[in-house]
């Protein structure tokens, strides 16, 4: 059984790692490494520094946009308990896939049967062979920790997408290293290259699925076009308001939150309890002027549909006022 | 020198010393691994227990339903660091399959489409090629609460019986071993294969399996595991000690907003009801039925709210 105990032969690098004391082996153009050990990067010094990424806004900057963020959100009174810039580890693939699909989709349809008072609505089903190719490419956005997750890690990996990774200057990477927790990648290359297919394959799977009733086959090819591992700056809060705590991700390349947990204030409250007794009145006013109009053929069920709706809508208020905390996504 | 294990089927304590690789339990008369020689990783306990408790309490003040006296009436029954042990396996595997799967035949047209299908076998075959990813609890016994546990981004160390002492903790044995780690993940990832081929045949006649191992690793994770009561009845919560997350706790429901909401649920029905049952008899009134179900729509979600249970944990996902 293999594991990665197992010592290559030195060829590259040999470094002590300050962590867990490990002897790494690494390649020359490391800088940033990654203690395959214990999962700690850092600087090997008085090296070519080459590592791609996003740089972040400056800590300070960040650091205000968040406090003001907090505070608008959450109120004056909040203090932050925790907070850390992160340089976490993304694999970015550009992944080629071909996906060859069959399968059907059934509907139902209506038609009217008979003439003049004799004249009455069928359903029937009928049935849409669905078949085609999907062929394109597709970026996929992969963690770059083994089995790890963190807050809000779904909404990070969209963000890396959209981004366009550049080399790190020394200068930058030195100073970064001083003021973030650098996050090494413990899944390598080839790793990360099967996840994005594996992942792709999911993918349109799932889409295949959604246009089908029923999917006879699914078969996709994934090949892998590029692969970059790009570190992207993240910005993590814990703050607490009136004794609540609650944790904010902000992204720190564009200074803008990515998700949050905040505080529901009594004034957000209210206006959501008002907002659902004020549209179930608005919609029982509509309800009483179309049956006083003559508007539609049938005022009981117009009522009746508007009624619901009204429920529902009372329902869905009352149960967002009475959370513990809202969640806010950038 | 001695470490102290706890064992993993009757929690009592065995003295280990360094080498062993089998301890015999003589509480329980069973045997388990200490795991020495493998490569073994450990989570530091970076929070210690009064840090992790005030993160559950400030957790728990921020759930519906939280008894505001709690801080005041509770009684810690006990706090203990565990170091529970995992496997984290990853696998990568092709599977090359060939039977009979499903296709149609359409009849019927109607404008686009069809009104008979008929769906008949035909010889199909194909490959799927999959990564796996896999942790399993190395000791029997992780409380059911942590079985969905997830290993959060953060360094991990290399094993050494300080960064368990020094915090404290209690470090538990094994019952899985390397090989049967593999076998189970092996066996999962097959399984897996089986659903998706399952998908695509409906008659398998010849499948080929092929699954390499990536790496796995033994990893000690602590976790504070808190028992304490509240007014007569005990209350269980787990926070890790490495992230400080409140992975599942249970805590006191707040009796008297429980029942207020739930009185503010029942008049919001009641009224609605009624309400309804007046405009009923009302003539054109009836027509303003939306707003009385409105009423029942905002009633029944402070049900909701009342019935709400007091327990939960902190997603690391969302």
Redesign the interface.
């Known amino acids: 059984?293999?594991?990665?105990?197992s010592s290559a032969p030195i060829s590259g690098l040999a470094v002590k790692c300050p962590?867990?004391?490990?002897a790494l082996n690494l390649s020359p153009d490391t800088i940033v490494y990654v203690c395959r050990?214990?999962?700690?990067s850092g600087f090997v010094d008085n090296q070519q520094l080459n590592v791609v990424g996003v740089s972040p806004q400056s800590v300070e900057l960040i650091k205000d946009k968040v406090g003001k963020f907090i505070s608008k959100q959450a109120g004056r009174d909040s203090n932050i308990t925790e907070q850390k810039l992160i340089m976490?580890p993304f694999w970015l693939v550009l992944t080629h896939a071909h996906t060859r699909y069959?399968g059907?989709k059934r509907?139902t349809?209506s038609r009217t049967v008979g003439t003049g008072k004799n004249a009455r609505t069928e359903t029937?089903?009928?049935?849409?062979?669905v078949r085609g190719v999907i062929e394109e490419d597709q970026l996929v956005s992969l963690?770059a920790?083994?089995?790890?997750?963190?807050?809000?890690?779904?909404r990070a990996e969209w963000a890396v997408k959209n981004v366009k990774p550049e080399p790190f200057p020394p200068d930058l990477l030195k100073s970064l290293g001083k003021q973030a927790e650098f996050?090494?990648s413990s899944i390598d290359l080839d790793?990360a290259n099967?996840?994005a297919?594996?992942y792709v394959?999911d993918d349109h799977r799932r889409r295949v699925e959604g246009m089908c009733t029923k999917?006879?086959?699914?078969?996709t090819d994934a090949t892998v076009k590029s692969s970059q591992l790009t570190f992207y700056p993240l910005y993590y809060a814990r703050f607490?308001t009136r004794?609540?705590?609650?944790?904010l991700m902000f992204d720190a390349a564009t200074g803008k939150v990515l998700?949050a947990e905040l505080?529901l204030t009594a004034a957000r409250r209210a206006t959501l309890?008002l907002t659902?007794?004020a549209?179930?009145?608005i919609?029982?006013?509509?309800?009483?002027a179309?049956?006083?109009a003559q508007a539609v053929e049938d005022?009981?069920t117009t009522?009746?549909i508007?009624?619901?709706?009204?429920?529902?809508?009372?329902?869905?208020?009352?149960?967002l006022a009475?959370?513990?905390?809202r969640?806010v996504e950038g | 020198m001695t470490t102290v294990y706890a064992c993993p089927v009757c929690g009592k304590e065995a003295e280990v010393n360094e080498g062993e690789k089998v301890v015999h339990c003589r509480y329980c008369n069973s045997d388990f691994l200490t795991m020495e020689g493998e490569e073994r990783y450990v989570m530091p306990a970076y929070y210690n227990s009064s840090s992790c408790f005030e993160t559950f309490m400030l957790w728990a003040k921020k759930q519906g339903g939280y008894e505001e006296s709690m801080p005041l009436e509770l009684h810690m029954d006990s706090a203990t660091l565990h170091f529970y042990p995992f496997w984290v396996i990853s696998l990568e595997g092709t599977t090359i399959f060939s039977g009979l799967g499903e296709d149609a035949e359409y009849l019927w047209p109607d404008s686009g489409a069809y009104r008979q299908i008929k769906v008949f076998l035909r010889p199909e075959q194909g490959t799927f090629e999959r990564r796996f990813e896999f942790m399993l609890p190395a000791t029997k016994d992780l409380p059911q609460e942590l079985k969905g546990y997830q290993i959060p981004g953060r360094a991990r160390k290399y094993y050494s019986l300080s960064l368990v002492a020094e915090a404290g903790g209690k470090l538990h044995g094994a019952v899985i071993d390397r090989q049967r780690a593999e076998q189970w993940a092996q066996e999962t990832a097959k399984a897996e294969f089986s659903h998706l081929i399952s998908r695509e045949v409906d008659r398998l006649d010849t499948r080929k399996d092929e699954l390499k191992p990536i790496q796995s690793y033994y990893i000690y994770v602590p976790i504070w595991n808190y028992e304490y009561s509240f007014k007569g009845k005990s209350y269980k919560a787990f926070v890790d000690a490495s992230t400080g997350r409140v992975i599942f706790a249970t805590y006191p429901p707040d009796l008297r907003e429980k029942a207020s909401y739930f009185g503010v649920a029942v008049a919001h029905i009641v009224a609605g009801a009624a309400l309804t049952a007046g405009l009923a008899g009302a003539g054109p009134l009836l027509y303003f039925l939306p707003f009385p179900l409105g009423l029942i729509g905002a009633g029944l979600a402070y049900a909701y709210r009342s019935l709400q249970p007091t327990r939960g944990g902190e997603n690391l996902e969302e």
């Open positions: 059984m293999s594991s990665s105990a962590n867990c004391g490990a050990y214990c999962g700690w976490a069959n059907y509907e349809r029937y089903e009928v049935y849409k062979p963690f920790r083994r089995h790890e997750r963190m807050f809000a890690l779904d996050l090494s790793e099967h996840w297919q594996t394959s999917v006879f086959d699914c078969y607490q004794g609540r705590t609650f944790r998700e505080p309890l659902g007794y549209s179930s009145a919609l029982a006013l509509v309800s009483f179309l049956q006083r005022s009981g009522a009746l508007l009624g619901v709706a009204a429920a529902a809508i009372a329902a869905y208020t009352t149960v009475t959370r513990a905390q969640r």
